[in-house]
């Protein structure tokens, strides 16, 4: 698996800025959808007021025919959170439709997925960051996250796994690293020295109360 660092998608995105499907390698990167999922998302599917993307059909290649079909599994059709600056990238898209299908040809047609990995692998040339495919954006998105501090649990969400160990499987590579954070959060945490904390450590210590605190109150049901 190859996934790029933050610099690296930073860098990829300002070079690819003005390429026809941006938007589409932007929404990938944001969201960690799969090919077929962002290529059959319909602008009915995103509510930009809320934010969000609802995974609910997928685009797929049968035959050398593309039908638009229904996500199959329960864990696949999720709803995605999405940072400000996909919101704005989705709006202008949504805003200038010229189709149902929020990525489409200048015709309104719904894209090949061959023909997006090829722009995609031409994309990446212009910058200086290492090859991946189209679906390591995929990978990287993930990646990202589970380094970033964000729970596993939410981060199979996002990708519309079955269950959590099969995001943790996938991506073993980033446990070392969290196993590392892990543990000087918590010697900042326990504070055996007793000495002056950190701003880390005050705020850790912050977060582990409104764990405490949110037990109380009645869990919120999945959104799958």
């Known amino acids: 698996m190859r996934v790029w660092d933050t610099g690296q998608v930073r860098q990829f995105l300002s070079k690819t800025r003005h390429e026809r499907f941006f938007p589409l390698y932007a929404t990938a990167l944001a969201t960690g959808m799969r090919r077929g999922e962002l290529l059959g998302l319909q602008t009915d599917d995103i509510d930009l007021e809320r934010g969000v993307i609802k995974v609910q059909r997928q685009l797929v290649e049968i035959g050398g025919h593309i039908e638009l079909g229904e996500v199959k599994t329960s864990a696949g059709r999720r709803r995605i959170d999405l940072p400000a600056d996909s919101i704005r990238v989705l709006n202008d898209l949504k805003t200038n439709a010229i189709s149902s ?8 047609k719904p894209l090949i997925g061959a023909r997006v990995s090829r722009s995609f692998k031409e994309a990446v040339k212009k910058p200086e960051v290492p090859q991946i495919t189209f679906h ?3 990978h990287t998105h993930a990646t990202l996250l589970l380094i970033a501090g964000v729970s596993p649990k939410v981060v199979q969400e996002r990708l519309g796994h079955s269950n959590v160990s099969i995001t943790l499987q996938t991506y073993s590579h980033v446990l070392p690293s969290l196993q590392a954070d892990a543990a000087v959060a918590l010697n900042s945490i326990l504070n055996m020295n007793g000495q002056a904390q950190s701003a880390r450590a005050k705020r850790a210590n912050r977060i582990s109360t409104n764990l405490v605190v949110d037990r109380k ?3 919120i049901g999945s959104t799958e």
């Open 136 to 138: 390591e954006l995929r």
């Open 101 to 108: 299908f929020v990525f489409c040809d200048n015709a309104g």
């Open 217 to 219: 109150s009645p869990e």
